[in-house]
């Protein structure tokens, strides 16, 4: 029971998309606060609200909720239940297809974050200039080729050794996503402070998170818990299971390591509040150009040569 509840925390590991999306919108302004707003009420919906439903239709010693014959199946999951219990028998094949079509466009999105993050960091010199390259419609199209080989390589090792090779990349990616969340959470405080220091006014911004201070660090609590919890069950087994606790949390010291590394080579330094660049492509230097496309404008404005593709 251990594992499954510390499951859902990465279930809602993507929904930081949006602020990657910004990028892409021709009017972050008017865009980036409907998608936030968005965002939590699909996370009310899809996530709290199918939960109470199942909750008030299947009792929780329903037999039907255990495995049949020792096999996990979609034909048991809660969601089918609720279609069987109102006499829908198609409900196992109605499951499979709309798993499908998550899983598809779950994988659709994470293509276009590793394109996009990996293109932003060849922009800033901390990838290999090739990745710089776009499309005549600005794809970056040797990011989107590295990521698809290697999504395709590690999609075929999880079918390796009884799905312990999934367990590990599970965690791994799940453990990173929680670090890139405390990365972002800790963004958002310092810009707010800096904001503030270098004598902006807070009613200039476009878009205010609410419940600050209290939601980044109420966040960065929470992220610690969860990564805390994706081993929890190797401390709890006996003899102990250093198999388990080692994938649950070799992400953290991968992180640590090349974290170092990069603070090394690169000589950089804790920005203080009052020098952290708050303009340099921001929607008021952007706005100050040209109102045109923001994405094709970093284009232009940074690598007019790589645009031939």
């Not at 968005?38 to 255990?66: A, H, N």
């Not at 990011?143 to 080989?149: D, E, I, N, R, S």
């Not at 660090?217 to 003899?239: C, K, N, R």
Request: charged share 15%.
């Amino acid at each position: 029971m251990e594992r499954p509840a510390w499951s859902p925390p990465l279930s809602f590991q993507g929904t930081e998309a949006v602020g990657i999306a910004a990028g892409e919108s021709a009017n972050p302004k008017r865009d980036v606060p409907r998608a936030m707003n968005q965002v939590i009420w699909r996370i009310i919906l899809f996530f709290i609200g199918t939960i109470i439903v199942m909750g008030l239709i299947i009792r929780y010693d329903d037999p039907r909720l255990s495995n049949i014959h020792g096999v996990q199946s979609v034909a048991v999951s809660p969601f089918t239940l609720v279609f069987l219990s109102a006499g829908w028998t198609p409900a196992v094949h109605i499951m499979n297809a709309v798993i499908l079509t998550t899983v598809l466009s779950a994988g659709n999105s994470g293509l276009y974050l590793c394109t996009r993050i990996l293109w932003t960091l060849a922009m800033e010199g901390k990838a290999p200039q090739i990745f710089c390259r776009l499309t005549k419609g600005g794809i970056p199209i040797w990011c989107l080729a590295l990521t698809t080989v290697l999504a395709t390589i590690f999609f075929g090792l999880s079918f390796i050794g009884n799905q312990i090779v999934y367990q590990w990349l599970v965690n791994l990616s799940g453990v990173m996503g929680f670090i890139a969340w405390f990365g972002i959470a800790l963004s958002h405080w310092r810009f707010r402070r800096a904001y503030i220091a270098q004598g902006y006014a807070l009613e200039d911004l476009p878009y205010k998170a609410l419940f600050y201070p209290f939601g980044p660090i109420f966040a960065s609590i929470l992220i610690f818990v969860a990564v805390f919890g994706q081993g929890y069950t190797s401390f709890t087994t006996h003899p102990f299971n250093f198999n388990s606790f080692l994938s649950a949390y070799i992400s953290i010291p991968v992180f640590l390591i090349l974290f170092g590394i990069y603070k090394f080579v690169k000589k950089t330094r804790f920005v203080p509040l009052r020098e952290i660049d708050l303009m340099t492509g921001s929607l008021r230097e952007r706005e100050e150009q040209q109102k045109v496309h923001p994405y094709i404008v970093v284009v232009a404005d940074r690598a007019p040569s790589d645009i031939d593709l």
